[in-house]
């Protein structure tokens, strides 16, 4: 069975995080970025959000954006 949307999604950024590609303070793609980047609605990438900082790899900051935590 396929992983719903969000969670590919997930997959795809914490690979970027992982790799490199997005560093520690990188700020991420606003969220109509992202739609669009993945061409889905702004709740599966809200869905990716709230697993991305569950899993501690992202933070927010009100007003800011959304950025790459940094390893402790």
Same mark, same amino acid.
């Given at each position: 069975?396929?992983?719903?949307?969000?969670?590919?999604?997930?997959?795809?950024?914490?690979?970027?995080?992982?790799?490199?590609?997005?560093?520690?303070?990188?700020?991420?793609?606003?969220?109509? *970025? =992202?739609?669009?980047?993945?061409? %889905?609605?702004?709740?599966?990438? /809200?869905? #990716?959000?709230? *697993? =991305?900082?569950?899993?501690?790899? %992202?933070?927010?900051?009100?007003? /800011?954006? #959304?950025?790459?935590?940094?390893?402790?």
């Amino acid at each position: 069975m396929a992983q719903p949307l969000y969670q590919q999604i997930a997959g795809d950024i914490t690979r970027q995080i992982e790799s490199g590609v997005l560093k520690p303070g990188d700020r991420l793609p606003s969220t109509r *970025q =992202l739609c669009e980047q993945y061409e %889905v609605s702004e709740t599966v990438i /809200r869905f #990716v959000m709230i *697993q =991305l900082k569950a899993r501690g790899l %992202v933070y927010g900051q009100p007003g /800011r954006g #959304v950025y790459v935590s940094t390893k402790d």
